[in-house]
C-alpha cells in the first residue's frame, strides 16, 4: 500500500490559482512514478499530469497544458499541481495517484488518494 492524502482543493473564481498537494506514506515514495487525475459525477476519470521518478520527466493533458505545472519534493515525500488561470470547466474532483510504472501508462496507476475538490465560479 502507499497512502496517498491530497490537500488545496477549495472555492476560487475564474483565472486563479490553486496549488494542490499530496503527500505518501508508507514506502519509496521516489521509486514511484506520480499522476494527477479528475473526475466530475457521472464522467470517466480523466488524466490530467503525471511525473516520472525523479522529477525529470513531466507530461500534461493538452486541456492544462501551459496553465498546470506538476513537481514533485522526494526529500519531502510531496507531489504537487499548480493550477494556474483555472476556468469553470476545471471544476473536479483532483486525485492523486502512485505507479511503478512509466508515468503514462494510465491504467497502471495502482494507488490513489481520496481526492480532492476543486470548484471554479465563473
Known amino acids: 500500500q502507499v497512502p496517498l492524502v491530497e490537500s488545496g482543493g477549495g472555492l476560487v473564481q475564474a483565472g486563479d490559482s490553486l496549488r494542490l498537494s499530496c503527500t505518501a506514506s508508507?514506502?519509496?515514495?521516489?521509486?514511484?512514478?506520480m499522476g494527477w487525475f479528475r473526475q466530475a459525477p457521472g464522467k470517466e476519470r480523466e488524466f490530467v499530469a503525471a511525473?516520472?521518478?525523479?522529477?525529470?520527466?513531466?507530461y500534461y493533458a493538452d486541456s492544462v497544458k501551459g496553465r498546470f505545472t506538476i513537481s514533485r519534493d522526494n526529500a519531502k515525500d510531496t507531489v504537487y499541481l499548480l493550477m494556474n488561470s483555472l476556468q469553470p470547466a476545471d471544476t473536479d474532483v483532483y486525485y492523486c495517484?502512485?505507479?511503478?510504472?512509466?508515468?503514462?501508462?494510465?491504467?497502471?496507476?495502482?494507488?490513489w488518494g481520496q481526492g480532492t475538490q476543486v470548484t471554479v465560479s465563473s
Open positions: 495517484a502512485a505507479s511503478r510504472f512509466p508515468p503514462l501508462e494510465v491504467s497502471e496507476y495502482g494507488y
Open positions: 508508507g514506502r519509496t515514495f521516489s521509486s514511484y512514478a
Open positions: 511525473i516520472s521518478w525523479s522529477g525529470g520527466s513531466t
